[in-house]
């Protein structure tokens, strides 16, 4: 089974930046679709953005034209960057993963969808 370990979280001010990291176990892109989602508290899991083993992107609406995902092949890492960050976008970030989905995409998958998860870093704007 493949693990995920999420880093890069932290404390930023509106407007700031910051890149999160999702280091794989072993080399997953070709075979799994690789997703970000994030949890505010007392709210459901929010989909973020989706790469899918094509390399085709999907975004959220909310983070359109802000975050951008992106991968390392060589070194088995996913990364979201955020930019023009809100306080709307605090909350916990996960990393997930899905063999061989019969789709990638935002619109289309919620959190339980995908098979793997890390145990997500935290992600705090403060104004």
């Known amino acids: 089974q493949v693990q995920l370990a999420e880093s890069g979280g932290g404390s930023v001010q509106v407007g700031g930046s910051l890149r999160l990291s999702c280091a794989a176990s072993?080399?997953?892109?070709?075979?799994?679709?690789m997703g970000w989602f994030r949890q505010a508290p007392g709210k459901e899991h929010e989909g973020i953005a989706t790469?899918?083993?094509?390399?085709?992107?999907t975004y959220a609406d909310s983070v359109k034209g802000r975050f951008s995902i992106s991968q390392d092949n060589a070194e088995n890492t996913l990364y979201l960057q955020m930019n023009s960050l809100k306080p709307e976008d605090t909350a916990m970030y996960y990393c997930?993963?899905?063999?061989?989905?019969?789709?990638?995409?935002?619109?289309?998958?919620?959190?339980?969808?995908?098979?793997?998860w890390g145990q997500g870093t935290q992600v705090t704007v403060s104004s």
């Open positions: 997930t993963a899905d063999l061989f989905p019969s789709t990638c995409s935002i619109a289309a998958m919620q959190f339980n969808d995908f098979g793997t």
């Open positions: 072993e080399y997953i892109f070709s075979t799994h679709c």
């Open positions: 790469v899918d083993t094509d390399g085709t992107l």
